[in-house]
Every structure is written in C-alpha cells, then in structure tokens.
C-alpha cells in the first residue's frame, strides 16, 4: 500500500510544483498522401490527419481526470510535407500547411508540426519550393509549426541552407511582426521523434502512426533541491535523478494509458525539462538554487550539464523507450528566470550559446533587434549547427528579430510562448563567411580534443 | 478499479460521515481510510473501489469535487496506479 506521506507528496507535486505531461503528441505518416494534383494531395492530407486524430483531444482528457495529471498539450506532428508531398506539380506550398491548420482546427489540437524539410546535405526541388513558402504559410496559419535541418554529424553543414534560413526567418519576421518566427525552427542532427513544438516531425523512420510524449517538472526539481541547500553537488545530483525518475514514471504511464485507449503504438517518453512562463516552473531557478546567484553567472555552464546529465541518469532508469531530445530546455522567453537575467543584462546570447553545448536544444525563443542582417541570422544558426555537428547532439535555433525593435525593448509571444527582452548581437559583420556558400564537411570522429 | 481519494482542507465535524455517503450514494466502496488532523488541515487518504460506480470516472470526480468547494475542501479522485507508478519500482 502506498503510505500518505507518499500520496500528499504527488499532490503536492501536481497542485503546487506545476507537475504535469507537458504534451501528449502523436505522430502520424504521410507518406501515403503524394499526388500529383493539389487539391486531391490537401483531402488526402485533410483526411488522413483527421481520421488518425479524431478521438486524441478526448483520450487525453479523459486520461487527465483519471489520474488527476493535466496533460497541458495534445498535439499532431506529420512526416516531413517536404518528402510527403514531393510528387505533387504545386508551387502553392503554403496550401499545405492551410491544410494542416484545418486539420489541427478540426481535431482540437494547438499545435501541428512537420511543414518541414530536411536538407542536411542538399535541396530536391520538393525542399526548394517548401523552404520558400514557410513566410507565407507561418503567416496565413495558427498553428502550422515549421523546421529545416540544416545539418548534422554525418553530413556537415550546408551552408547555402543555412543562408537561405537567415533570410526565411528576416522575412518570416517582417511578415508576422516577429510572431511567425515562434513557430520555425531550425535544427541541426534532428531527431525524429520529438514530441515537443516548434520542432517535431514524424520521421521517415516512424511508424505510420504513434504516440510520443513529453513530461517536464522543472518545479518538481527545484522544490526538491531546496531541501538539501548548501550540500555538496554529488548529493543535488542524486536529487535531481530520483526526482527525474518519478516524474519519467508518470510520464511513461501516460503514454501506455494513451496508446492502449487509442490503439497506436507508443514510441517514446521524452525527458526533457520544459520550463513555462509561470512563476516556480523555471530551469533558470534551478540553477540558482544549486549557487548562482542569477543565471548566466560564470558556472551556470557546469550547472546545467550537472542538470542534464542527472536527469536523463533517473529518465533512462524510469521508463525503456526513452527517445526525442531529452534534455533540459532554455527557451528565454518561456522561461521566468531565464527573462529576469536577460532583462537585467546577466545572460547573454553568447552565455546561452556557451549554455547550449552541454543541454538540448539551442538559442531558443531569443528576440533580436529588428536590424540584425539576414547574414547575421544564418551566421547564428552555423554557430549551433556546428556546436551539434562537433557534439554528435541536436541543436536548434529559434530567434525572433523583432521589425522596429531594439535591444531592451520587450516583446509578447501570448500563452506558453511567453516575452521576452530583446538582446544584443555582436554588431561585427558575417556577411562574407555567409556569403560563401557551399558546404562544411563531415567531421571526423575521432581526435576528440 | 481501485482509485484514491483525497480530502485536504479546514478541520469541521462530520467529514468522514459526508464524504462516505457521496461515494456511497454513486456505489463506490471504501476498502480502506486514513485520517489525521495536521496543525488545523484535515487530511483524509481513501482507498476506493469504483468497480459498482453508478456514474463514469469523471463524473464521479465532478461530484466530489464541487462537494468540496462548497465545504471548503478539496476532494481528488485519481486511480491508484499513478502512485504505484511513482513511488514503486
């Protein structure tokens, strides 16, 4: 029997740490939704979202008040709409993510992921003209996410890609006043299970249909690492691990629930620490709590690579199907620690790029001046595709240059995508490194110094 | 099914007896309570069988959820494997 201290400690967890299953995501393929004409390719896809989906939204509502666990987030992710609909003779690729936004609409979800395409070592005409039309369609939908991989360990970085995305997201920006950019995000080594937005896709690896989900509990573990202030760092490991582990356990308990009721193979349980704007679901707070006095002080690097490391240790001892990005999550403006340190000019985009070799998953949610170049843009993306490509791990950009912002000034993404202050960039110029073109080679992997 | 109950809230006369007859009233059996009075929170932990329940599952937590706010109590219903699942390996 499970003794009382036990059952008022879940409770506590849930109803006053912001313990929760941060998004119960099912990927579904469409490889079977290719045609050559347009609009008989948009019933396919309309139907096939539709149909695998219709009963997502209620499962997961039923699941939440069965075990009293909110389930913030049901949500789609579709094979990449580059490779799926390849065959279709369509410039209009926006069409597609129109159809993707009624299909999400109709089946309840707020996110759909996959107007994407993955280039790591070139372009097929299908990537070219999908790639072009991300301004248009992040603009004319809701909630159509976006993502090009650019690169990865294997392949190098294509650096044509990578300047073509510096000026996608410019012109993503001027288009949606910076908004349409909190949904594109550009990966490097990305993976293909991720259950979590702006990022995830169905890979074509994937089964035609499966259920991944994403736990978080960045409460969970700073209100368990109160209790052992001031001890050496080993011990806060140790915390962090076992606090890892229940919250996995959960998790892995929901997925099950969700494909035994829905009656779709469950894929994985991602681990990954993902902060919200609310006050007490910060991963910035637990870095404090472990002696900084504000993130983005020298250590905070040291900090989260203790973090991360701990919690994939309880994560990958909780549950066996353990897949996605995994790792803890500093979006800044998602984050009310990480914006605190931002605005008061104690983190940087170069402490966050630091932050980033040592925890999935990149330069997430930072808002730029609305001036930074394109050539700007794209140099920032190589940077972390670089840091992914030489690490073997995946890393992402996700920056917003706000038009007719400067650095200070705050910007408001609404909902879970919360503010954040616009941040400095190094004003010294890129341009000539971007203009280049061509391509990184491979890595070696060995000589590891 | 076997679900937990939880009732946490300000200590009055008459709890236990309140709580029982709504379960009661909706078939669900009580196989096992704990209660204690902590500072002046009354904590009450049930373990409950909802195999007989007259009602579905989030029905049953309505219920008992708006019977708390009008006392001043919150009243949880969630099945018992989410404990089992985090608190046992």
């Known amino acids: 029997m499970i003794t009382t201290s036990e059952i ?11 313990l929760d299953i941060r998004t119960v995501t099912m990927g579904i393929s469409l490889r079977g939704c290719g045609h050559p004409e347009l609009k008989t390719c948009c019933d396919k896809i309309y139907d096939t979202v539709t149909k695998r989906a219709e009963n997502l939204v209620r499962t997961g509502e039923d699941i939440e008040r069965e075990f009293g ?13 580059a490779i799926a609909c390849e065959c279709c003779e369509t410039e209009d690729y926006a069409e597609f993510a129109r159809t993707l936004d009624r299909a999400a609409a109709e089946t309840g979800v707020n ?7 993955l280039v790591q070592k070139g372009f097929t005409g299908g990537d070219r003209r999908l790639i072009r039309a991300i301004p248009e369609a992040l603009c004319t939908t809701r909630r159509v996410c976006s993502s090009v ?33 909190a949904k594109l995000v550009v990966f490097c080594n990305a993976v293909e299970d991720n259950p979590f937005m702006a990022g995830a896709f169905h890979g074509v690896g994937e089964p035609e249909c499966v259920i991944n989900v994403g736990v978080s509990g960045p409460g969970v573990v700073h209100s368990a690492l109160k209790r052992c202030a001031g001890r050496p760092l080993n011990e806060a490991a140790e915390v962090i691990k076992k606090t890892a582990f229940r919250v996995t356990r959960m998790g892995e308990l929901v997925a099950q629930e969700a494909s035994r009721r829905l009656g779709v193979p469950f894929g994985i349980v991602d681990l990954s620490l993902a902060p919200t704007p609310a006050v007490g679901d910060s991963v910035a707070d637990i870095l404090e709590e472990l002696g900084l006095e504000s993130v983005g002080a020298p250590g905070t690097t040291a900090a989260l690579a203790l973090l991360n490391d701990a919690v994939k240790k309880g994560g990958v001892m909780a549950s066996s199907n353990v897949g996605g990005l995994s790792g803890a999550f500093i979006p800044v403006s998602e984050d009310a620690g990480m914006i605190r340190a931002a605005a008061a000019g104690k983190l940087t985009i170069e402490k966050l790029e630091a932050m980033t070799c040592v925890c999935s998953v990149g330069l997430d949610m930072i808002a730029l001046p609305g001036d930074t170049p394109a050539e700007t843009v794209a140099a920032i993306i190589a940077d972390e595709a670089a840091i992914g490509m030489i690490n073997q791990k995946t890393t992402a950009v996700r920056v917003i ?21 616009v941040m400095a960039v190094n004003p010294a110029s890129p341009a000539a490194f971007i203009g280049r073109g061509g391509r990184i080679p491979a890595p070696v992997n060995s000589l590891k110094n | 099914m076997k679900a937990i109950v939880t009732v946490i809230g300000k200590d009055t006369v008459g709890i236990i007896a309140h709580v029982c007859a709504v379960l009661a009233q909706n078939g669900v059996n009580v196989l096992d309570i704990s209660q204690t009075v902590m500072r002046e929170y009354f904590t009450m932990i049930m373990l409950v069988d909802t195999a007989g329940c007259r009602v579905d599952f989030a029905a049953l937590a309505d219920i008992l959820k708006k019977d708390g706010a009008e006392r001043g109590l919150d009243i949880r219903i969630q099945r018992e494997d989410i ?3 985090m608190h046992r390996i």
Do not use: W, Y
Not at chain 1, 69 to 81: A, L
Not at chain 1, 111 to 117: H, N, P, W, Y
């Open chain 1, 401 to 421: 240059p706000v038009p007719g912002k400067g650095v200070g000034d705050f910007v408001d993404f609404g909902g879970l995508l919360g503010r954040a202050p």
């Open chain 1, 111 to 117: 996110f759909i992921g996959g107007f994407s395409a």
């Open chain 1, 69 to 81: 666990i909110p389930i913030v987030n049901k949500r789609i992710s579709v094979t990449p709409i």
């Open chain 2, 83 to 85: 404990f089992e699942a």
């Open chain 1, 8 to 18: 008022l400690e879940t409770i506590e967890m849930i109803s006053q740490q912001h």
């Open chain 1, 149 to 181: 991989n650019v690169g990865s360990t294997r392949a190098g970085i294509n650096m044509d890609a990578v300047a073509l995305m510096g000026r996608i997201v410019k012109e993503t920006a001027d288009l949606s006043q910076g908004q349409g950019c």
